[in-house]
């Protein structure tokens, strides 16, 4: 009894010290057929199993300091993979962001106007980083413009200081006023054995009954060949429950052409779980048969 008592009061004194902690994730089970170079496969499984978890202090005198780790991969007999690590110092200065994170395609983000869709990565945009070290100033809004400049580099402490490994610096601007959100950004590499530069621009227009986008992004390889990636968005929402919408997308590379579409729709059964369904194809110009992708989940979010 004794020996409990002493616990429970260890217990309340750590828990005291402790800060509060919001734990957040997600879950998502469906199903997806899909056909690539002419194989098909399709069957059911999990999209998403992932929580997050975050923590704030205030640090006096205006400034405030965030943390959050997740993890996912959290499913029976498979191993659990670390996600995005971030921490967040902020304050009259703007804020400062350290972490390690995956970076997807800079576009995507407004070109797809919300529409519940394939995102197309891997598809035609450029496959998400698995992860990359980030430190990233954004300065306070000045009316309705934000301005930022970070520097990424290859994942893991110290490893993207040695000579030979790849590091990008990117200065950006957003705007945002109404319905109206634009971002433009441009990055250079160093000691990249590919990539040379680039730049993305990026925009949405909300009409109410219909919300439109559109993105460019154009990547100068070392070769002084160019990527070019082109993609447009349109989503609407039919009721307060339901919304649907498509993407166009297209790569351009030394005059090869991949493009694809996606449509989809999606029914929220509450404000945090929605049932969701999309098909996507794409193809090489000049090839014959087309890549396609169908996905169906059941998705909800905590």
């Not at 498979?78 to 970076?103: A, C, K, W």
């Not at 407004?110 to 698995?130: F, R």
């Not at 986008?213 to 100068?220: C, L, P, Q, S, V």
């Not at 449509?263 to 014959?288: H, P």
């Amino acid at each position: 009894m004794k020996k409990t008592l002493i616990a429970l009061a260890a217990v309340a004194v750590t828990t005291g010290a402790m800060a509060q902690v919001t734990l957040s994730g997600g879950a998502a089970y469906g199903y997806q057929s899909t056909k690539t170079n002419s194989v098909d496969a399709k069957g059911f499984g999990v999209d998403t199993a992932a929580f997050k978890m975050s923590a704030s202090e205030d640090l006096g005198g205006g400034m405030k300091l965030s943390a959050a780790i997740a993890l996912g991969g959290l499913t029976r007999g498979d191993t659990p993979t670390g996600e995005d690590f971030t921490i967040v110092v902020s304050g009259g200065f703007g804020s400062v962001l350290l972490g390690q994170i995956e970076i997807g395609s800079g576009i995507r983000g407004l070109a797809q106007a919300g529409a519940p869709v394939n995102n197309m990565q891997g598809e035609i945009l450029g496959a998400a980083t698995a992860g990359t070290d980030i430190v990233k100033y954004t300065a306070p809004k000045m009316g309705d413009f934000t301005f930022s400049a970070s520097h990424t580099e290859t994942k893991g402490l110290a490893t993207g200081m040695t000579t030979g490994q790849s590091t990008a610096t990117t200065v950006g601007v957003d705007y945002a006023s109404g319905p109206i959100a634009a971002k433009i950004d441009s990055s250079s590499w160093s000691e990249n054995a590919t990539l040379d530069s680039r730049y993305r621009i990026a925009a949405s227009y909300d009409l109410g009954v219909v919300k439109v986008g559109a993105g460019r992004e154009d990547i100068t390889l070392v070769s002084t060949l160019h990527t070019k990636y082109t993609m447009f968005g349109v989503s609407a929402p039919l009721s307060a429950n339901v919304t649907v919408g498509a993407v166009s997308v297209k790569e351009d590379i030394a005059g090869v052409t991949r493009s694809g579409t996606s449509v989809g729709a999606s029914y929220a059964l509450s404000k945090r779980t929605s049932v969701s369904a999309n098909t996507a194809s794409w193809e090489i110009t000049g090839q014959t048969a087309k890549d396609k992708k169908t996905t169906i989940l059941l998705a909800h979010s905590f």
